[in-house]
Each structure stands twice: as C-alpha cells, then as structure tokens.
C-alpha cells in the first residue's frame, strides 16, 4: 500500500509548509518547494504549470510572464537550484528571483 502524500493548498504561507520534506502530490517524488495554482509544488512540476505556450512570432503583442523557476537554471544551466517558497535561486551563477507575491 502506497500512501498518496496530501497536498498542501498554495493559500499557505511557507511558514506553514514542510517545504522540504513532503513529498509532491503531483509527481510523488520530490520535496515540495514552491506554491503552484492550487497546491505546493516541487520546482519541476511548478515549471511544468507555469510553462507558456509559445508565442506566434516576433510581432505578437502579447507579453507572457517569465519563468524563471525550472530545475536547471536558464542562465547558467546548472542543475543547482533551490527554492524556500518565496524565492528561487541558482547556486552556481547566483541568480535569484522572487516567486511569490506577498499578497498570496
């Protein structure tokens, strides 16, 4: 018997999260680290519900948010990233970027 680990709701601070330590409801693998739509996340399934569609050509008026917050770093390409639930960092070329609003 295999336990399903409970999610946790996004409207939680990261005070009240295990960050860390649960396991992601999605992927049942990793460590929750961020707050997704509806749930808390591990950085690979947030990337995944935050991923844009692409944009049809350069001429498209439509601005997407970025997505700074992938399991490996766009700017450096390491693989050496972490979260605390508020921010994302990349621990090789120190980019770091806020991912949640204080208003959530």
Same mark, same amino acid.
């Given at each position: 018997?295999?336990?399903?680990?409970?999610?946790?709701? /996004? *409207?939680?601070l990261?005070?009240?999260?295990p960050?860390g330590t /649960?396991?992601?409801?999605?992927?049942?693998? *990793?460590?929750i680290?961020?707050? %997704?739509?509806?749930?808390?996340?591990?950085?690979?399934?947030? /990337?995944?519900?935050?991923?844009?569609?692409? &944009?049809? @050509?350069? &001429? $498209? *008026? $439509?601005?997407?948010?970025?997505?700074f917050?992938?399991?490996? #770093?766009?700017?450096?390409g $390491? %693989?050496?990233v972490? /979260?605390? @639930?508020?921010?994302?960092? #990349?621990? $090789? #070329?120190?980019? #770091?970027t &806020?991912?949640? @609003?204080? @208003? &959530?």
């Amino acid at each position: 018997m295999t336990l399903v680990p409970e999610p946790f709701p /996004a *409207r939680l601070l990261p005070e009240e999260v295990p960050l860390g330590t /649960a396991l992601c409801p999605r992927c049942h693998e *990793r460590p929750i680290k961020l707050a %997704g739509q509806e749930v808390w996340l591990c950085i690979a399934c947030y /990337a995944l519900e935050h991923q844009h569609p692409p &944009r049809p @050509g350069d &001429r $498209s *008026r $439509s601005y997407l948010p970025a997505n700074f917050a992938t399991p490996e #770093c766009l700017a450096c390409g $390491s %693989g050496a990233v972490d /979260a605390d @639930g508020r921010l994302w960092w #990349c621990t $090789s #070329c120190r980019l #770091c970027t &806020r991912v949640r @609003g204080e @208003g &959530r």
